[in-house]
């Protein structure tokens, strides 16, 4: 294995955790990037993984070239470099369709919950049995003796399509990524024709119209809290310290599981894993062991407590989502104010689910937004300011900055809901200085 990867955007979520899911298999593995930091590429430093500047000199004639989605030859040196040259390179995305050939592949795909849900998967499966895996968060294993390969199915620009797992999850078609989809048709044909690559079992959540659209050329099972699923989640119960549940597969009980987490959501991305893993073959007292060890993925309801106040920190930038991540912090803070702060992710995203946007926030007891993050992919702004969505809200939605985020104090006994896509960690991290400030000046 003298060949090297090199990674042209190597700090990319999907990018870093392939990085190192190689390395692990024992593969010399480099990349490049810009300078500022990204929370994915403490991983790779923890490997040792070298994370080079943008530049000419880094495609030697022993690398194989694995390039970001991001990077084109208008906007980045190494890529103008291999195409005057002729040096070849493969998407993350081309990459992955043809490693995966190797193993017994399970993906997830969905519009929400596939990072949590891939997390999960790959939780359970290499507590089980030994495992590589790719989830989202920039989270990757790799292991040369793994005869399964789990992985996070992304639709966006329909990168999904060459692949061709044997099974996967789909955990619902809502439309997302208004500068790529044209409706919710061109979402959901995108999906259509990614499920009839599945060549063994298709778990699709059952309650999801859209999803009962779906053909395959493999078994569908469909799974849900209602009757006229395969899979059924019932005998809910739903604590401070997580949540229980029963789970039957066409009228046969497969007794009780539990997971520390916490929303309807996750009940139904453990459904989902318990659905897969059993028409597998994989022994579900197994299973049921190791979901009750499932400590989340990166960004997804991750809580700290700075100076006794609850901050929790998640990627939510749907509205979908959005109601997913209040309706979890309630349940696990029945006794407490929820506080949103939220930062719009694309423009276009925000002009084209506006009214969504503040029905989730309306969730919450109070809100406070951030500026739009605008992506690079957008040229076009859009005649869209945060302001339109603050006067949606019913109640009062208060633009902060980030160097003023005192208005965060008018709450005495609430738990603070930090939501976006964007860098929203930045107004996570001034709230953060203001309260440890005000404990250094107390004393």
Known sequence: ??????????????????????????????????????????????????????????????????????????????????DANGISYKRYHEFLG??????????????????????????????????????????????????????????????????????????????DHPDYFTSLEDVFNAFNDYAKQVSKGLFVYGEDKELRRVTANAPIYYYGFKEGNDFIAHDLLRSTTGSSFKVSFRGEELGEFKIPSFGRHNIMNATAVIGLLYTAGFDLNLVREHLVTFGGVKRRFTEKVVNGTTIIDDFAHHPTEIIATLDAARQKYPSKEIVAIFQPHTFTRTIALLDEFAEALNQADAVYLAQIYGSA??????????EDLAEKIIKKAEIITVDNVSPLLEHPNAVYVFMGAGDIQTYEYSFERLLSNLTSNVQ
Do not use: C, W
């Open 1 to 82: 294995m003298t060949k090297t990867y090199h990674f042209i955007g190597i700090k990319g979520s999907g990018m870093s955790a392939l990085a190192l899911m190689l390395y692990q298999m024992g593969h010399h593995v480099q990349g490049s990037d810009v300078e500022k930091y990204y929370f994915t590429q403490r991983g790779l430093e923890q490997a040792g993984i070298k994370i080079l500047p943008f530049d000419e000199k880094n495609l030697q004639a022993d690398v194989e070239v694995i390039a970001g989605n991001a990077f084109r030859p208008d906007n980045n040196i190494e890529i103008a470099y291999a």
């Open 98 to 175: 043809t490693f995966m050939r190797d193993f017994v592949s399970m993906g997830v795909a969905g519009a929400h919950g596939k990072t949590s849900t891939t997390g999960m998967l790959a939780h359970v499966l290499s507590n089980i049995t030994d495992t590589s895996y790719l989830i989202g968060d920039g989270t990757g294993r790799g292991s040369a003796n793994a005869k399964y390969f789990a992985f996070e199915a992304d639709e966006y620009e329909r990168h999904f399509m060459p692949y061709h797992p044997e099974y996967s999850i789909i955990t619902n078609i809502d439309f």
């Open 377 to 386: 992919r957008e040229v076009d702004h859009g005649d869209v300011k945060v």
